[in-house]
Each structure stands twice: as structure tokens, then as C-alpha cells.
């Protein structure tokens, strides 16, 4: 199967401070890519959606001027965290997303978890 | 709003058993697609339906698609420990440009050895 790798796996910061999550598809070309956040025991809820070289699509209530995202090319796409506070604190998850067949498929990275004290 | 509901929210039975996980909706999905996750991991696609009606397998999991898109099952026969984890389905609603994944609100399984 195609693989995506995030990265870090996990970061702790100071509140305030910036985080840079990286989302890379390592094996295809990823048309769009996904940035999720999961709370403890819930399921992943979509942040934004963004294809490269394009703005990307926050849904309703996400913050862009916080959540900010680069979709640089094809294979990359960027979540930074800026002014992090506790409240940011979660399991954060891109995944990445190219034609196989008639579908589209959407790859999972193994989640970036954001500690802010 | 949630628009995949899961059924069971958690569900914890000895190895061996059978069990079925329902995601039931009421929009209609061009297709739709199954993950398990495990702790501190992202999900892992385990398969994708897109024919209504259709019923795929994968070994000791079968997947069927409602006839009408709008609704899918995961059936696992003689459960292992191995299949304890989170299971989420997923539908997708083509949408030219603008393709995305609705996750299930989750079912957190449990295998007892």
C-alpha cells in the first residue's frame, strides 16, 4: 500500500510557542491532502483540505490565521500550529490522497500528538 | 453534526466470537471506506466499497455495502486479539474538486483472549 509519513510522531511545546507538523507522501502523488484532529476515544474530525499550489479549505470553526497550511507540492503538505496554547493539545493526523482505479483512496501518517504546557 | 453513525460505540467479546459493526447514514456516498486504528497511530485502510450491494472479504472480515450507498456492515468471524482497535468507516461524497472523507463516530473493539 502507498505510505505516508508524518512528522514528528510527537512534540511538547511552550505555550505561545509554534509547532511545524510535515505530512509527506513518500510513494504517489497526492492530488489533495487532509489535516484531522482526534480527541481522546473520538473520531478524527476534518480541519482542512488542500491541494497543491492552492489555498487550502478550512471547515466551519477551524481557525486559519492559527491552523496554517502549505501545500507546497505534490508529495508535501505543512500544519503549523502557531501560538499554541493548551487547548491545542491533540493527536493530529494528515492524510494524503491520489487516483488508484476508479476511487480515490486517502492514506493515513501515523499522527503527529501536540502537548502544549 | 455527525453524519456516520457506528454501531456499537464500544463493544468487548471473547476470542472466537463473531460480531458485526453497522455505519449507518442517511446521505447517500459514493463510496465507502473502512480503517482500524490503533493507539497513537493513524488508521489504516483496510477496504473500499463503491457498488451498492456490493460485499468484499478479507480473510476473516467482510465488508457489505448497503443497496442504496447509504448505509455498510463489518462482519469479522472467529475474532482474535489481533483485531482488538478502533474501527471507523468513512464515506466519501464526489464532489468534483472537492473530495472528502466523513468518519463514523467510531467502535472501539475489544477481543478477550
Known amino acids: 500500500g502507498a505510505v505516508v509519513s508524518q512528522h514528528p510522531s510527537w512534540v511538547i511545546c511552550k505555550s505561545g510557542t509554534s509547532v511545524k507538523i510535515e505530512c509527506r507522501s513518500l510513494d504517489f502523488q497526492a492530488t489533495t491532502m487532509f489535516w484531522y484532529r482526534q480527541f481522546p476515544k473520538q473520531s478524527l474530525m476534518l480541519m482542512a483540505t488542500?491541494?497543491?499550489?492552492?489555498?487550502?479549505?478550512?471547515e466551519q470553526g477551524v481557525e486559519k490565521d492559527k491552523f496554517l497550511i502549505n501545500h507546497a507540492s505534490l508529495t508535501l503538505s505543512t500544519l503549523t500550529v502557531t501560538s499554541a496554547h493548551p487547548e491545542d493539545s491533540s493527536f493530529y493526523i494528515c492524510?494524503?490522497?491520489?487516483?488508484?482505479?476508479?476511487?480515490?483512496?486517502?492514506?493515513f501518517g501515523q499522527g503527529t500528538r501536540l502537548t502544549v504546557v | 453534526t455527525q453524519l456516520l453513525e457506528q454501531s456499537p460505540q464500544f463493544l468487548s467479546i471473547q476470542e472466537g466470537e463473531n460480531l458485526t459493526v453497522y455505519c449507518n447514514s442517511s446521505?447517500?456516498?459514493?463510496?465507502l471506506q473502512w480503517y482500524r486504528q490503533e493507539p497513537g497511530e493513524g488508521p489504516v485502510l483496510l477496504v473500499t466499497?463503491?457498488?451498492?450491494?456490493e460485499v468484499k472479504k478479507l480473510k476473516r472480515l467482510t465488508f457489505q455495502f448497503g443497496d442504496a450507498r447509504k448505509d455498510s456492515s463489518l462482519h469479522i468471524t472467529a475474532a482474535q486479539p489481533g483485531d482488538t482497535g478502533l474501527y471507523l468507516c468513512?464515506?466519501?461524497?464526489?464532489?468534483?474538486?472537492?473530495?472528502?472523507?466523513?468518519f463514523g463516530t467510531g467502535t472501539r473493539l475489544t477481543i478477550i483472549p
Open positions: 488542500s491541494n497543491e499550489g492552492s489555498k487550502a479549505t478550512y
Open positions: 446521505s447517500v456516498f459514493s463510496s
Open positions: 492524510s494524503a490522497r491520489g487516483y488508484r482505479g476508479i476511487v480515490t483512496e486517502a492514506f
Open positions: 466499497v463503491v457498488t451498492g450491494g
Open positions: 468513512a464515506g466519501e461524497r464526489r464532489n468534483f474538486g472537492n473530495e472528502k472523507l466523513t
